[in-house]
């Protein structure tokens, strides 16, 4: 280099260069969306199953404890009220549940009657269904046993791929596990 030149440098970057890592940014963001949205519903269906598994492990230890029949039914009325109900008809579990317990073991909810509420869940508003095979509600005996008989329930993911579906078997013993899709039955 000759004396007395200055070596001029430039800083920043070209807009070729941003273009470039636009693009790039662009199509990573592409290609990731979908996996999120499909682990945004995985998560929605775990929590959806966690809460249902909870509240009949809830509802079977308490029918044990407190020696008297517990019931876990569906109610269309449990965010709008402070006496929840079991719901009439129906087989979808999506607009939530109430566990208590039922002192004449009637199967209904009846504040009257002297049953006490023990836990109430609200509608899901993230779900694609939350269907039960067989009963409309789970009624534990004192002993934990089943008074209902067994009984499976499918939680759907709003997209309804299968893939994402989740089954929870609720055994006649009163135990709550989760079942394989293709091969475990609920017996």
């Known amino acids: 280099m000759v004396q007395g030149m200055k070596k001029t440098g430039t800083s920043g970057f070209t807009l070729i260069e941003m273009m470039v890592v636009i693009s790039i940014t662009a199509i990573l963001v592409a290609l990731a969306i979908p996996s999120m949205r499909d682990m945004a519903e995985r998560n929605a269906i775990a929590g959806q199953t966690n809460s249902f598994v909870g509240?009949?492990?809830?509802?079977?230890?308490?029918?044990?404890?407190r020696n008297a029949s517990v019931v876990m039914c569906r109610s269309t009325n449990a965010d709008s009220t402070d006496t929840p109900s079991c719901a009439g008809s129906g087989t979808d579990w999506q607009s939530g549940w109430i566990v208590f317990l039922d002192r004449n073991a009637d199967g209904q909810f009846q504040l009257a009657q002297g049953d006490v509420v023990l836990r109430v869940q609200g509608a899901f508003t993230d779900s694609g269904g939350i269907l039960q095979n067989a009963f409309r509600r789970l009624q534990f005996r004192n002993t934990g046993l089943l008074s209902t008989g067994a009984s499976q329930f499918t939680f759907n993911a709003v997209s309804g791929k299968p893939s994402q579906q989740r089954r929870i078997c609720v055994l006649i013993t009163g135990r709550v596990r989760l079942i394989d899709n293709d091969t475990d039955l609920c017996d």
């Open 55 to 65: 509240a009949a492990t809830l509802a079977r230890s308490e029918a044990i404890k």
